[in-house]
């Protein structure tokens, strides 16, 4: 196919998760044969903090506003095979209403936000408004479950499926050679209702436990964040130092925002990514969680500092490189982007087929790939 991808960034990981999961799924579509252009609002906060400019497996071009999208662009958008629009493009509303107008082909709405989306939707965003949920072929979510329902029943959506964020093991896999220098660590921008969270899982227990290791990485943390004298904090590290962060954990810790624990069955990128590293996670609890990795076997559950000091303090060596060997051949079994590109091959071909099948069906196609 070709393809138009209109995403809130593929050049700069600064203070997003989109960018690598655009990385890695526009990668696999090259990959499987699909030409990939990929457009990208020029904000200047990216623009300082490009750490993939131009990258090798799709054609990437800025544009300055709506209006210079659709001079420079039309042309692409009107022969592309399939159109996504994604969640937090800036005057997302104004560029989706232009792909109604120009794209002959199939069109989908690639929410990676979609709890924080329909928490906000019916009170206004710039980037999608309820009228364009039936507009769009496919309606391509992060979070799947119930949340499909509802994008079908009250917005109606004609097909909402459940599209996964997902890793390139390629670029995240086990470093053999790496030796572990903290005990726990996070990776993650700050976010108000995350924060709670990580004091909870990590900052009290790094204050119990003084002789313990552990390590914060991410930009936008406020001035008023205490941080224990054995935590480390790094500002900002670029996908290509990720995986050099999670080999040298001995565990890390997944936390999810508020409106993904109330929506259930949201993995963040951070998981895959993490468990492809072979690295050990243990993350706070929410519904559907079980449906991606299993408790106690390739992931661990924690609701405070004793239960994840347990852990840290506990379990064996040769039973927590087990666990993160179970994860990550669950990731390599389920969750690769070579699995997500052909789960959007599989919805686009329901598109040009004129089938409408139930949502569940949307469900079976990533349950089938575990």
Known sequence: MKIAILGLSITSSWGNGHATTYRALVGA??????????????????AENRDLPSPPYCRTQLYESVDDLEARFSGEIRSADLVIVGSYVPEGVAVGDMVFR???????????????????IDCGLDYV?????PRYDLYLSF????TLDLLQERYGSPRPRALYCSVDPEQYRPDPAAVPNYDLGYLGTFSEDRQPVLNRL??????????????????????TVVWPSNVDRTEHLEPGLHRRFYTRLRYTLNVTRRDMV?????????????????????????????????????ILLSNGPKQTLGYLREISERDRLEIGRRARARVLQSHTADHRAMELEAYVNEVRGGTVRPVSAGIELVRSAS
Not at 129 to 133: A, G, L, T
Not at 203 to 219: E, M
Not at 281 to 288: L, T, V
Request: overall charge neutral; glycine content about 10%; hydrophobic content about 40%.
């Open 202 to 223: 990590l900052l009290q227990s790094a204050y119990r436990w003084p002789s313990g290791r552990f390590a914060v990485a991410g930009p936008l943390y406020p001035d």
């Open 102 to 120: 120009l794209s002959q082909g199939a069109t989908a709405f690639y929410d990676i936000d979609t709890p924080v989306t329909l928490a906000k």
């Open 143 to 146: 979070t799947g479950g119930p």
């Open 29 to 46: 579509l090259a990959a499987r044969g699909h030409d990939v252009l990929f457009l990208e609002r020029n904000a200047p906060w990216y």
């Open 262 to 298: 109330r929506a259930g069955y949201s993995p963040s990128v951070r998981l895959f990514e993490a468990a492809a590293c072979g690295t050990p996670i243990i993350s706070d609890d929410w519904r559907g969680i079980d449906r991606f990795f299993a408790p106690g076997t390739e």
């Open 129 to 133: 408004e309820p009228r364009q949920v």
